[in-house]
């Protein structure tokens, strides 16, 4: 079934460790995000990718990292994790050139807690 | 500052009409989506305007008015499976979406 895979699923991470999530789409689309989702407030937007090679920094992207060395894959570091990172983490993407006129579709998310 | 404004919550009775509104003050726009959001996941895709007016599509419809800087999500016929957030978004002069907190709809017999 085509679509976007966000991998853990969960995971609590005690601070200061270092932790990648993944994600990866079968759709072959250009454009692909990521937010964090937290109660109370919208999607924010943390890094994006308009194409394989290139990425861009969104709203908060301070403590997270990102790599886009293909099409399929764009996982999200953060290097040393801080309790204000626990959040759930929303994966993305989209079909043309990326940016916000296209429909974007979401993976399942990682609910992620810092200890 | 960016702004996205809807209601935290609304409470509708089945095979009733339900409008959610959604007010923005952005830089620039190019267009404004909605999407739905189960508990526990992933939003899924509504509508998109970019020009004023209403699109309907099925028991959904969204209207946009740019000069208001205002959208509303009209829902008819409700399911007890609307019971959802539902999530406004526009995009702004960098083309980036600017996502409201969502409005949570629940949906009584």
């Keep these: 079934i085509a679509g976007i895979t966000q991998a853990p699923t969960s995971q609590i991470l005690a601070a200061g460790r270092r932790m990648t999530l993944r994600c990866t789409q079968d759709m072959r689309h250009n454009a692909m995000y990521w937010y964090r989702q937290d109660l109370g407030l919208g999607l924010r937007l943390i890094h994006y990718s308009n194409t394989a090679g290139t990425t861009g ?59 | 500052g960016q702004n996205i404004d809807q209601p935290t919550e609304m409470t509708a009775t089945e095979g009733a009409i339900v409008q959610i509104n959604c007010t923005y003050q952005t830089s620039g726009f190019n267009g404004l989506f909605w999407y739905q959001q189960h508990a526990g996941e992933a939003p899924t895709f509504l509508s998109y305007n970019v020009l ?39 995009s702004d002069s960098n083309y980036q979406l600017i996502w409201g907190a969502g409005t949570k709809l629940i949906i009584k017999p």
Excluded: I
């Excluded at chain 1, 759930?88 to 609910?111: K, L």
């Excluded at chain 2, 008819?76 to 999530?87: F, I, P, T, V």
């Design chain 2, 52 to 90: 004023d007016g209403l699109e309907e599509k099925g028991r959904f419809s969204s209207f946009l008015s740019r000069s208001k800087g205002y959208s509303y999500l009209l829902l008819k016929e409700l399911q007890m499976k609307d019971s959802a957030s539902y999530l406004c978004a526009v």
């Design chain 1, 57 to 115: 920094k969104g709203e908060v992207p301070d403590g997270y990292s990102v790599s886009r060395a293909n099409t399929d894959d764009f996982p999200l570091t953060l290097a040393s994790a801080v309790p204000s990172q626990t959040s759930v983490y929303f994966c993305a993407s989209s079909d043309g050139q990326g940016g916000g006129t296209d429909t974007q579709y979401f993976g399942p998310g990682t609910r992620l807690t810092v200890l």
